[in-house]
């Protein structure tokens, strides 16, 4: 996971692709490729 600073903002580029996808009943879906992970934020408080 990366941390970034409270009010930094993070630009990166994803495209919505057709993949494969083990829970659809037709094993391919639409979603947004290269998956991101979730970010962590520091608190306005810190």
């Known amino acids: 996971m990366t941390t970034y600073k409270y009010g930094k903002q993070k630009i990166f580029t994803q495209t919505y692709l057709e993949g494969d996808d083990n829970w659809a009943p037709e094993g391919k879906s ?7 992970a979730d970010d ?3 608190s306005k408080g810190k």
């Open 30 to 36: 639409w979603h947004w490729q290269p998956v991101m």
């Open 40 to 42: 962590i934020y520091e």
